[in-house]
C-alpha cells in the first residue's frame, strides 16, 4: 500500500501563488499517471492536471498557463506549482498516482483564494 500526504495548501489573495506537494510513503513502480485533482462543496472531483511517465502533461483548459506539474523522483514528490490564483480555484486539492493493479489518493489539501 501506498500513502500520499499532500501539503502547501492554505489562503491566497487573487492573483497570488502556492505551490503544493504530495509525498508518496514509498517509490511507486510502474506507475501510468500521477495527476492533481480538486473537489468544491456538491461538485463532482475534476482533473487538474496530470504527468505520463513519458514526461508529457495535461491540463483542464481553465488552468492552462498557470499551472504546472512536476515531480522529484529522488524525493517521491509530486508538486502543482499554481500561479495568478483567482476565487474559482478554490477547492480541496488532491494528489493521484494510478496504476494497473491500483489507485492511490492523499486526503487533500485546501486551496483558498480570497481577499
Known amino acids: 500500500q501506498v500513502q500520499l500526504v499532500e501539503s502547501g495548501g492554505g489562503l491566497v489573495h487573487p492573483g497570488g501563488s502556492l505551490r503544493l506537494s504530495c509525498v508518496a510513503s514509498?517509490?511507486?513502480?510502474?506507475?501510468?499517471?500521477m495527476g492533481w485533482y480538486r473537489q468544491t462543496p456538491g461538485k463532482t472531483r475534476e482533473l487538474v492536471a496530470r504527468?505520463?511517465?513519458?514526461?508529457?502533461?495535461d491540463y483542464v483548459d481553465s488552468v492552462k498557463d498557470r499551472v504546472t506539474i512536476s515531480r522529484d523522483t529522488g524525493k517521491n514528490t509530486l508538486y502543482l506549482q499554481m500561479n495568478t490564483l483567482n476565487p474559482e480555484d478554490t477547492a480541496v486539492y488532491y494528489c493521484?498516482?494510478?496504476?494497473?493493479?491500483?489507485?492511490?489518493w492523499g486526503q487533500g489539501t485546501q486551496v483558498t483564494v480570497s481577499t
Open positions: 514509498r517509490e511507486i513502480i510502474g506507475w501510468l499517471t
Open positions: 493521484n498516482v494510478y496504476t494497473a493493479a491500483d489507485e492511490f
Open positions: 504527468l505520463f511517465p513519458s514526461g508529457s502533461t
